[in-house]
């Protein structure tokens, strides 16, 4: 596995794993699973771990994983980053204070059986106000960088405008931040963080991680999570496109939509890290397969699938879903 040369966090990997899928909000997630993933990433190079106390019980089930294979992978081999300020759903659920800051730091690592973190993140900072975020939850945690608690400090979220404002106003505070990490902003459905890479590097961040390439479970074949936020126009051309390709290729080439959204979103060089959730150890095979895969296809200079059948039904996903290339949803929703 390729690390990153450009990150700020030593040696991170190229993939990393997405544990918020540990939560069962994807379909049931038990412990054994979490603990066969986490050892199956490791053994192939992958060496972050994310989650967030957000993600029902995800901080439990990863810490008792890294318990469990300390043996094998010292903590020292392997970086963990966390996030803190939401709690639940609606926006009463959210605390960027400074006191709730320190205990959230402290209930993680409490977790995850660590004295400290190497990356944390407010969560979904477009919930709160941008005060809340600079004034009290930044100054906090880069004050527990500066103890060693927390090694680098970010943002998370998902409209990019926000996340870019708040780098810049680091930056101009002479305190850049460290991580930035946009989810379901890079995928076939949209690619919209290709324009704000540069301008978050011009801002000071060392480390953008792109998060949910299969844009939390829609871009796959299975049937998309009813919470999803997407539009039904976008759903319907994601269906379609899903059906095309089980009906092509299903059975003799063995691809599917989530391995041609994987693909399609590790073409993508501006980010640091692309982080994948996987939550059995299956899954994580299959996305370091299509990572390996898009690779190849790199070197070979064409950037084709080898099979000409399989490359014609890829270039007509992509001229349906064109259309969506900018396409966002509003985040907070309304009932938030």
């Not at 192939?44 to 318990?67: F, H, Q, R």
């Not at 590790?266 to 996305?287: C, I, Q």
Request: proline share 5%; aromatic share 8%; with cysteine.
């Amino acid at each position: 596995m390729p690390v990153s040369s450009s990150s700020s966090l030593q040696s991170l990997s190229r993939v990393g794993l997405g544990c918020g899928v540990f939560s069962g909000a994807y379909g049931p997630a038990t412990q054994e699973n979490a603990i066969a993933a986490v050892r199956t990433a490791f053994s192939s190079g992958i060496n972050l771990v994310d989650t967030s106390p957000y993600y029902n019980d995800s901080e439990i089930k990863l810490g008792k994983a890294l318990l469990a294979l300390r043996p094998e992978f010292p903590r020292s081999s392997y970086h963990i980053c966390t996030k803190l300020g939401r709690y639940g759903y609606h926006t009463k659920d959210f605390d960027y204070s400074r006191e709730r800051v320190n205990a959230s730091v402290a209930e993680s690592m409490r977790r995850m059986h660590t004295d400290y973190l190497d990356a944390v993140l407010c969560h979904d900072v477009e919930f709160v106000s941008t005060s809340e975020v600079v004034d009290q939850a930044l100054p906090e945690l880069f004050a527990l960088k500066e103890k060693g608690t927390v090694h680098n400090v970010g943002i998370s979220g998902y409209p990019l405008p926000v996340l870019l404002e708040i780098a810049q106003i680091q930056q101009q505070r002479g305190n850049p931040l460290d991580v930035v990490l946009s989810y379901c902003n890079y995928n076939l459905h949209c690619q919209t963080l290709k324009e704000y890479v540069p301008k978050l590097r011009a801002a000071g961040v060392k480390t953008i991680v792109a998060a949910s390439p299969l844009s939390m479970g829609l871009l796959s074949s299975g049937s998309t999570p009813e919470w999803h936020p997407a539009k039904d126009e976008v759903k319907n051309a994601v269906a379609e496109c899903a059906d095309l390709v089980d009906s092509k290729l299903l059975g003799r080439y063995d691809v599917t939509l989530a391995e041609m959204a994987e693909k399609f979103a590790f073409e993508f060089d501006g980010v640091d890290v692309h982080l994948v959730g996987a939550r059995t150890s299956e899954e994580v095979v299959r996305a370091l397969a299509a990572y390996e895969g898009t690779q190849a296809l790199k070197e070979s200079n064409d950037g084709k699938y080898m099979e000409q059948e399989v490359q014609a039904v890829y270039e007509q996903v992509l001229r349906i879903l064109q259309p969506f290339s900018s396409y966002t949803w509003p985040s907070p929703p309304a009932d938030a």
